[in-house]
């Protein structure tokens, strides 16, 4: 059930590619339409999913190659399911945005379809080299999307993606092969209790690889500065797909191989990545107000929009970590409706200078539908109640508070600090009088309005109810808790002579019951 997500997208991406004849309304048609399928095939996994099961579902499994302990097993829990389906809706909101001239429409779709391939792939790998396998195999298609239909400094915002999401798969693979080699492992399977065995001072400095790989696919402070230009350099789908679900593959390792593999580790180093998220957090939002460009301000909000799941996941609370899943799906949804509509007035005005723009919301000769959806994207990427935006921070902050209050309390500084750069993009932006060069805009077409306002009421639909989302994702989140928390170990200082030599241990293993549900 879940092999169709992975290998339906990457045969139709050869399709599309070997087929020199077919033209490229054919060509998008059938990108459209194999994600549209793939969006609703993941929506009937997501109804057929076991509310209180913590464990593995659909799970797929063989034998690949044995040699190198390298298994084929798929498998999907909560906290990969709500990140699965985001990227079906997203991968077809893009290619449904992608503007039918195009040039090289046949290479575009198979790329963006190759790309939907290694993505949902990572997300459902339960193999730690067949993780890796799919990590990198995102990374050729997106180098390519920004390269050949980038802006003026393509190859520069490329390159420099290319490089820093190779030294990122480096870290990353490098902890897993240190991981399985020195736990005697036989295999690369995700084993949660194969780092058990190991000893802290090993257990920190692998955890610390792995931290470092995916922060810098986050990213997060000082690992960041690939991500601006990237988003600027980047057509508007490349951009809906990079901030709506490339950068959750950083956030989902987190939670995955940091928390999930290391979780004694964790709790040791738990209060240096909360420190590390306020540093994110606030770094990007102060030098988002200092933007003139709207896709770099975006840029450096997501930033910090990502430290909010960093100090969710450093709390290790049931409710951060829900917080911290709520967080990355209505980022996806919010940045990638962000990105539509700055796409859209660079589109009709050829400018995302904020020095430039102004008087965009006038309702006879400016853009008033496009003003209003962005007012509503503003408020929600600021958390305002009722909107996908505030649920996510709450929980956050909510299940860090009691872990990490000060922590908790600046990054929730820089919530307010959003709505200062945001305001600042809708005033200078859509208010004020309309400049006489810009009287006779193009219209915006129905077609152009369509998934930006199905994006804009899943975001306050998922604000009003958010509980279709959070359901989904309790019982794993408290499973995640519960490894690190079902045993607290208190370690004295060792004597010299060590006590060992007269019988007595210098730690003690005390099984709580129920399980310490603070923070370590």
């Known amino acids: 059930m879940l092999s169709p997500l992975v290998w339906i997208p990457a045969i139709s991406a050869a399709v599309i590619a070997f087929f020199p004849k077919m033209t490229s309304r054919i060509a998008r048609r059938i990108a459209f339409a194999i994600a549209f399928l793939l969006l609703i095939w993941s929506i009937f996994l997501g109804s057929q999913f076991q509310l209180f099961n913590s464990d593995w579902q659909f799970q797929e499994y063989m034998p690949w190659l044995e040699t190198l302990g390298l298994h084929y097993h798929l498998g999907i829990d909560g906290l990969s399911l709500p990140l699965l389906i985001l990227n079906e809706f997203l991968t077809s909101i893009a290619i449904y945005t992608t503007h039918p001239l195009t040039h090289r429409p046949r290479f ?30 995102e990374l050729i298609p997106l180098y390519l999307l920004i390269a050949i239909w980038g802006g003026d400094r393509r190859e520069y915002a490329a390159t420099k993606f290319l490089i820093y999401t190779a030294i990122s798969g480096i870290l990353i693979i490098a902890a897993f092969l240190a991981l399985v080699g020195i736990s005697g492992a036989t295999n690369f399977d995700y084993n949660p209790s194969v780092s058990s065995t190991l000893p802290l001072a090993i257990q920190i400095p692998l955890l610390l690889t792995i931290l470092l790989g995916f922060a810098i696919k986050t990213p997060l402070v000082p690992f960041h500065t690939w991500l601006p230009d990237a988003h600027v350099e980047a057509s508007t789908p490349v951009s809906i797909l990079l901030a709506g679900i490339l950068l959750k593959l950083g956030a989902y390792g987190f939670l995955r191989f940091g928390l999930g593999l290391f979780p004694e580790a964790w709790s040791v180093l738990a209060p240096w990545f909360a420190t590390w998220a306020v540093v994110s957090v606030l770094y990007g939002v102060i030098v988002a107000i200092a933007q003139t460009d709207m896709k770099k301000m975006i840029a450096y909000s997501s930033i910090g929009h990502m430290g909010y799941v960093l100090l969710a996941a450093a709390a290790a609370t049931p409710i951060s970590l829900t917080g911290a899943i709520v967080q990355m799906v209505s980022h996806g949804l919010i940045s990638g409706l962000l990105f539509l509509l700055v796409g859209i007035v660079y589109d009709k005005t ?134 690190s928390s079902e045993l607290l170990v208190i370690k004295f200082t060792p004597l010299n002579p060590p006590m060992e030599s007269y019988g007595v241990h210098t730690s003690l293993e005390i099984p709580l019951n129920p399980p310490y549900k603070g923070g370590l």
């Open 108 to 137: 575009f779709y198979t790329l963006i379809l190759l790309l939907n391939a290694g993505i949902s792939g990572a997300f459902l790998a339960q193999d730690l080299l067949l993780f890796f396998l799919f990590y990198e195999a």
């Open 350 to 483: 050829c400018s995302r200078n904020l020095n430039i723009l102004k008087g965009l919301l006038n309702p006879e000769q400016g853009l008033p539908v496009i003003g209003s959806l962005m007012i509503v994207a503003v408020m929600a990427s600021a958390g305002i109640p009722g909107m996908a935006g505030f649920v996510g921070e709450f929980l956050c902050f909510r299940g860090s508070f009691s872990v990490f209050p000060i922590q908790t309390l600046l990054c929730m500084l820089g919530t307010g600090l959003t709505a200062v750069y945001f305001l600042t993009l809708i005033n200078r932006a859509f208010f004020g009088r309309l400049p006489e060069a810009m009287a006779e805009l193009p219209p915006v077409k129905w077609s152009e309005r369509i998934p930006a306002a199905i994006l804009a009421a899943i975001i306050i639909l998922f604000g009003i109810q958010p509980g279709w989302l959070i359901s989904k994702t309790e019982a794993t989140t408290s499973a995640m808790k519960l490894t």
